[in-house]
């Protein structure tokens, strides 16, 4: 029966795969990157129940959701429903985060006395295929088409970094973290003679090593230095962009090896790009270099938790004023390259819901509102304009109470999200501090010559006198978009020279006003992905690129002719030229001969990758020294000692004098390398020799060498 069964879903993911394949762009009304676009998270399993013959039964199900670790009957029909019934785009939603797909554990598993399920998608048992609790298969394309008709895409989480949870002293736990091959059991936590699983006990999370590489609490850690699970995981997130999906969340991202994951972007930006964002935990005031280092040169984005864990700070807890958030918007546009591409939001599944029990609304309708016209990907958690509260897992995660569209922020957010397609200041403008103090800040972004004004009062009892203004915007009288709403807004006056007239912004107020003007020169908003390789087509959005085909340069290397794939005035596709691996500038230069700004730090890969295992023996070191890593290659930083890759691990899977790290590298290249010792003092070279190793076609690979002194 079992492979029967197998035959039976291999032939129903390869039927729908050809199908979505083949069937047209019916996303064409929203086919610019996401910058343009509000996402809506749904907890899947809490949105609605769309089809109660899918329910899980017996304990692992909760009617009416009153033990909110078991199953309340959420699923894919569910999601299609709302989508159907307009309740999404009438919010001017234009993408949606549903929770991870794939087949999970059914069992219940008892911690402390409390049953808990699944429900989540986040204990997983076979990658390649459905969650049947969520829906089939033919559900999943149903509500993916059901969006595209709509104009709203789809992302899934995707979880590699494990499988379900598992113990080390009993295997009949759950399911003993067991990973499937659509079907065929692969490995167990406690039967894994080929090494699927890390073994090195649970994280302390004292540092970013041994979150790497021992288990998230108590979830079997995948082993991504093995190649049967670099290559599963390439193929399981084949199956689902096959199936017709538009970006990834991915999650728990600091606790996967940094080279495995850019190797695995490297796969999915060769085969199909699409928006992918990683999770990457930040609490309150925390600044991790690390963290920025990941998204510049990972090739995916990430969750701006310095962002919301600020947005909270000021609007729903009064720990931090409007001087320190227009500081966070500042700080982070010099410590994210890209920080457009960003995820913005206030509220998700592992965090306490904004609204709290007895708070005003309004603090919530100004985190909204400042996310919906800052910088970044604004992404809005289910229930959120409905004012859901719940303060952790699972009460953030209860079913949908409401769908009513006419709460002051479901109706502030279809005013403001349509704004992030129709004026590209709201989507891709930089952003400058107009007027501040402790409680009012009044921003302006820019982009050509479109202009975005907000002001916001968070004091929700003192009105505050505004004068001495000076606005971006061309001389005239602005209505405050969300007039008419009960928002405090006001009108203004604009002189010629900027000054705006003296005006009082009520207590509470939100008010927006902005000018969008054809552009005159051709300007970028975003380039994606923003990590590729030679002859990969890569998508160039911005405004005035004229209708007329022109040119785009790689740093000095010009594009054109049948290089070019396509050509709009606000939209460019491209391949991109066999050039040195490296970072670019990338612009558009019109027919006119017209160039546009510059587009920064665009990765050029030197081709596929696979994930290499660097590994040096007896290489001690004095206090303050590390070991790091450099080669002949870009991705090994071409003999950088200023920038080299680094510093090395030395605790968990191998120890000191023995030195680590995991590094996406040049399938079928000879590398050659050495390591390197840094501190305050002049940096110390191994001696000998340069290290070569060739690397394999595909998969993984370890290369073990002794320090040479």
């Known amino acids: 029966m079992e492979t029967k069964r197998t035959t039976l879903i291999a032939c129903a993911l390869t039927a729908l795969a050809m199908q979505a394949q083949a069937a047209p762009d019916t996303a064409v009304g929203n086919k610019q990157g996401f910058n343009t676009d509000v996402i809506y998270q749904i907890v899947t399993d809490r949105l609605v129940d769309g089809n109660s013959a899918n329910n899980p039964t017996g304990s692992a199900f909760s009617p009416g959701c009153t033990q909110r670790k078991l199953y309340c009957g959420g699923d894919w029909k569910g999601i299609q429903n709302k989508i159907d019934d307009g309740y999404l785009t009438g ?116 540092n970013l090593e041994d979150g790497i590489y021992r288990n998230l609490f108590d979830l079997a850690d995948l082993n991504h230095n093995n190649a049967s699970v670099d290559t599963y995981m390439k193929a399981a997130v084949k199956t689902w962009l096959d199936l017709g999906i538009d970006g990834i969340r991915m999650d728990a991202v600091k606790h996967m090896p940094f080279g495995w994951q850019k190797n695995l972007m490297s796969y999915i930006n060769g085969y199909k790009p ?86 005003s609304g309004r603090k919530l309708e100004q ?103 000076i606005a971006g915007l061309p001389a005239g009288s602005y209505t405050d978009v969300l007039n008419g709403l009960g928002l405090g807004g006001n009108n203004i006056t604009v002189a010629a020279n900027g000054a705006v007239s003296n005006f009082t912004l009520a207590a509470g107020a939100i008010a927006v006003w902005h000018f969008n003007a054809a552009a005159t020169a051709p300007k970028l908003g975003h380039v994606g992905p923003n990590m590729s390789a030679p002859g990969k087509t890569i998508t160039i959005d911005g405004r005035g690129f004229g209708a007329t085909q022109g040119t785009v340069k790689f740093g000095a290397t010009t594009v054109s002719g049948a290089n070019i794939l396509s050509w709009e005035d606000t939209q460019v596709k491209v391949l ?18 017209v160039s546009s700004d510059n587009w920064g730090s665009f990765e050029i890969l030197t081709g596929p990758q696979i994930t290499l295992r660097f590994v040096v023996s007896n290489a001690t070191t004095s206090p303050g020294e590390n070991v790091y890593l450099s080669g002949d290659k870009f991705e090994l930083t071409n003999w950088s000692e200023t920038a080299p890759l680094g510093a090395l691990f030395n605790q968990v899977v191998y120890s000191y004098p023995n030195w680590y790290t995991d590094v996406s590298v040049p399938a079928s290249t000879t590398l050659s390398f050495k390591f390197l010792k840094k501190s305050a003092n002049p940096t110390v070279w191994e001696g000998g020799s340069n290290h070569t190793f060739t690397t394999p076609a595909s998969g993984t690979a370890t290369v073990n060498v002794n320090w040479q002194p």
């Not at 919301?308 to 001087?323: C, E, H, L, S, Y």
């Open 91 to 206: 919010m001017g939603i234009t993408a949606i985060w549903i929770s991870q797909p794939v087949e999970n554990i059914t069992a219940v598993l008892n911690y402390s006395g409390t049953n808990s399920t699944s429900y989540h998608g986040y204990w997983a048992r076979d990658f390649k295929r459905p969650n049947l609790a969520y829906g089939t298969l033919t559900d999943f394309t149903s509500m993916i088409n059901a969006a595209h008709a709509k104009n709203i895409k789809v992302i899934i989480d995707f979880a590699p970094n494990h499988t379900s949870p598992a113990s080390a002293t009993d295997s009949t736990f759950g399911e003993n973290g067991r990973l499937y091959d659509n079907g065929t059991l692969l490995a167990g936590y406690g039967s894994d003679p080929s090494n699927f699983f890390h073994h090195n006990g649970g994280t302390s999370f004292s």
């Open 274 to 359: 699409v928006f992918t964002f990683g999770e990457w935990f930040l609490s309150e005031n925390e600044v991790d270099p690390a963290n920025h280092y990941f998204s510049n040169r990972s090739g995916m984005s990430l969750l701006d938790f310095q962002f919301a864990q600020k947005v909270r700070q000021v609007f729903k807890d009064g720990t931090a004023n409007m001087t320190s958030l227009n500081q966070m918007i500042s700080d982070t546009s010099g410590q994210y390259a890209h920080v457009s591409d960003q995820v913005t939001f206030i509220d998700n599944h592992d965090m306490p819901r904004f609204q709290v029990a007895g708070a």
């Open 367 to 469: 985190a909204l509102a400042f996310t919906l016209t800052s910088r970044g990907v604004p992404a809005i958690y289910y229930g959120t304009e409905q004012y859901m509260q719940g303060t952790g897992d699972p009460d953030n995660r209860a079913m949908m109470t409401s769908f009513s569209t006419t709460t002051p922020a479901y109706q502030m957010v279809a005013r403001l999200a349509p704004l992030r397609k129709s004026n590209p200041a709201f989507a891709y403008g930089t952003t400058q501090q107009r007027w501040v103090n402790n409680d009012v800040l009044i921003y302006e972004r820019n982009f050509g010559n479109s202009v975005a004004v907000v002001a916001i009062n968070r004091n929700l009892s003192t009105a505050t006198p505004i004068s001495g203004f």
């Open 576 to 593: 991109v030229p066999s050039v040195a691996a490296g970072q670019y500038n990338v612009s558009v230069v019109t027919a006119g001969a």
